[in-house]
């Protein structure tokens, strides 16, 4: 099936620094990619669409300044966690959708984000 | 956005055939069912989609009836490797030409010797 990495998998960052997660479609171009955010044995929590080429569009109370969302090219999109802050950390999962498969989505592998 | 409901969680022995249902009632005539498992620390992973009737793959099937207003994920003889969380899905299509997937609290699978 379709394969979509993240990078990094984990991330410690101190209070006050910014971190980039990458999320890529190997296989297969996605105009289309998402964000979610997932707390310890809790269902995922979707906070943004990410679109090519224009701005993504982030669900309510999803701090879009806080949050920045970049899908530049067809196979990447990056979400960008500012000022983190320890109640960031999470466990963030991007997913792509493949138009040419019956619009299946496929889900990363997850970034585990601590912010110390 | 279709809402789903699926029970929270469900216990089952390995080799049993394990069936979980779910229930999305406002489904729209453009929306797909898709279910995935995940495992912890794992992004979800694809099990199965279907649109109507019934879907088969090498590792599950799917039931839909006709009025698509429930689903039901079948697992034959499952193993302890099984125990997961599973989701069903139904895309929200918001007429731009994908699908976004609203998660629902899943269902918690355990799988016992």
């Known amino acids: 099936g379709a394969v979509v990495s993240q990078h990094p998998s984990r991330v410690i960052c101190k209070s006050g620094t910014s971190v980039k997660i990458e999320c890529r479609s190997l296989d297969f171009q996605a105009t289309t990619m998402f964000w979610y955010r997932q707390f310890p044995k809790k269902s995922l929590m979707l906070m943004a669409t990410s679109n090519e080429g224009s701005k993504a569009t982030y669900e309510q109370g999803v701090e879009k300044d806080k949050f920045l969302i970049n899908h530049a090219s067809l196979t990447l999109s990056t979400l960008t966690v500012t000022s983190a802050h320890p109640e960031d950390s999470s466990f963030y999962i991007c997913?792509?959708?493949?138009?040419?498969?019956?619009?299946?989505?496929?889900f990363g592998e997850g970034s585990w984000l601590t912010v110390v | 956005l279709a809402k789903t409901t699926q029970p929270i969680s469900m216990d089952s022995y390995e080799g049993q055939e394990v069936n979980i249902t779910c229930s999305h009632n406002?489904?729209?005539?453009?929306?797909?069912i898709t279910w995935y498992q995940q495992f912890p620390s794992q992004g979800p992973r694809f099990i199965i989609q279907g649109y109507k009737t019934k879907v088969t793959n090498e590792v599950a099937s799917l039931f839909i009836p006709a009025d698509r207003k429930s689903s039901t994920l079948s697992l034959p003889r499952v193993s302890l490797s099984d125990t997961a969380v599973y989701y069903c899905l139904v895309g929200d299509n918001p007429g731009q030409g994908f699908q976004k997937l609203v998660f629902g609290t899943g269902t918690r699978l355990l799988v016992s010797p």
């Open positions: 997913s792509a959708e493949d138009s040419s498969s019956g619009n299946t989505i496929y």
């Open positions: 406002n489904i729209a005539t453009n929306d797909y």
